[in-house]
């Protein structure tokens, strides 16, 4: 993915070996002149190319992506929450006409974000193959033999002994082997590496973007998500008709969906009942019956907030939930035309504050006999504080007081014009308000079993109890697991490739002119490091103990010198 430069020494001549050493401590290609034709496709394809698959473009890219999630965080986006797309375009009449022609309610699957995020996974394709090419022959290779010049390398150290030169290379051979290097005697010296698991990594690094890049994408395409309010004692088929909300990626099918259902038996949630946290919520589970295929066995399990049901490819997981007041209508002649049903209410507060609609549609007839609609505009606490301590608002989570609280309305719901419309809201175009004694909307609190009785003998409406209910997210997304393990994996081999160094050790041992064998130690880092001359000077140690050093040829009573490292550009002792 990277390119860099090597600088040749000053004194070319000498030392071109050393630069051979120095080569392919990484699988970084080495950059070229472009040598680009004054004019010509080609010339420019191949310019456009390496600066595509250059490290420094990558980042741009990655930056780029970055910087582009962005508004996708800020902005409300269609594929998350459609009811806030519209909320924004009716705030920003003049802003969100803008934000359709740039894309930014749809950012993850806009042009722009797709061709940063293609143009990324071509760089890094493009780093990767010919880097691992490369990294292959150099793990069938043999480390680089010993420049001329050991001195010239960053860690040196010598010192003379009297034993043999093979023997101090077959020493030093076994030592080096020992201690993990790759390693083999080229003419007099022994040549060694170590560390080939930092370009491991790196690599595993870039696949592992890859593999990320592609589960990402794989998860949209065919990624779906639904929601349903289900009441206790009700259930669900996996089927699209019977979710209440449901998107999906633009490769998902209707096949795609994995065969299941399940019936929610009953819903258990316990609150802190004193001190500071109360209302909190200590336990929320729903306890449920499902079965896998069309005559598949049917089992019990329960599901908890952040402990989805995992069915197949599909999760199911606990995500609200509320009451539903359960009511009996019945018209003007006393017929039932609403029998004990219970309707769900959208809860508005922690405390389980909800409201939502009650809608009569068929078998209902006034007074004088003539069809008509009924609709109720339902208010219900769970905890009621009590007649003349406050307004309608529930004190606790709990059913410990319930109330519900009803306004009356008589007319055309409107649902038979094939328009759709909120089950929770009531369309009061053609609806006409039930009149009190005073000429204001006919309105009542009821409590569990009391009835409202409607004016002019136009029917009732009795409160029979109260259902809970539970909202279920049911979702499907592929590639996920195969995005953890592409996270994992960039985690190790970024830690790998900062962590491990890759380095060089050579040992030379050449009869001196005295008769004495003179032992050369150098080491060679990809960049600086104190740990090179650390090691080096470890393994000058323990070889100097197989081939003490000889007494100095000026002074015959002097002691046996230690081996010592010279970390810089080092001069011969």
Known sequence: ?????????????????????????????AEEAPNLPALGFVGWARWFWRQLTSMRVALLLLLLLSLAAIPGSLIPQSGVDATQVADFRQRHETLAPIYDKLGLFHVYSSVWFSAIYILLFISLIGCIVPRTWQFVGQLRGRPPAAPKRLTRLPAYTTWRTEAEPEQVREAALALLKK?????????????????????????????ALIVMLIAFAWGQLFKSEGNKLILEGDGFANTLTQYDDFKSGNLFTQDDLDPFSFSLNDFHGTYEATGPNRGTPRTFQANVTYSVGAYGKEQNATIKVNEPLEIDGSKVYLVSHGYAPIVTVRDAKGNVVMNREAVALLPLDANVTSSGAIKVMDGYRNAKGEREQLGFNAFFVPSFA????????????????????????HGDLGVDSGIPQSVYQLNKKNLKEFKDSQGELFKKRLAIGETMTLPNGAGSVTFDGVKEWAGFQITQQPGSGWALTGAVAAILGLAASLFVQRRRVWVRAVRGADGVTVVEMAGLGRSESAKVPEE????AGTLYEKAPGAP??????????????????????
């Open 179 to 207: 201690r993990r290097f790759r390693a083999h005697v080229s003419g007099d010296a022994v040549a060694a590496e170590k560390g080939y698991l930092r370009e491991v990594g790196n690599l595993a690094f870039h696949i």
């Open 386 to 409: 009590g007649e003349g301590h406050g307004t309608m608002l529930s004190q606790f989570p709990a059913l410990l007081n319930p109330r519900l609280a009803l306004s009356a309305y």
């Open 1 to 29: 993915m990277s390119k860099t430069t090597t600088s040749a020494p000053e004194d070319q001549a000498p030392d071109q070996d050393l630069g051979a050493a120095a080569s392919q401590l990484s699988t970084a290609p």
């Open 552 to 573: 100095d040829p000026d002074d015959e009573h002097a002691d046996s010198p230690d081996p010592h490292v010279v970390p810089a550009e080092g001069a011969e002792k």
């Open 536 to 539: 080096l000077g470890d393994l």
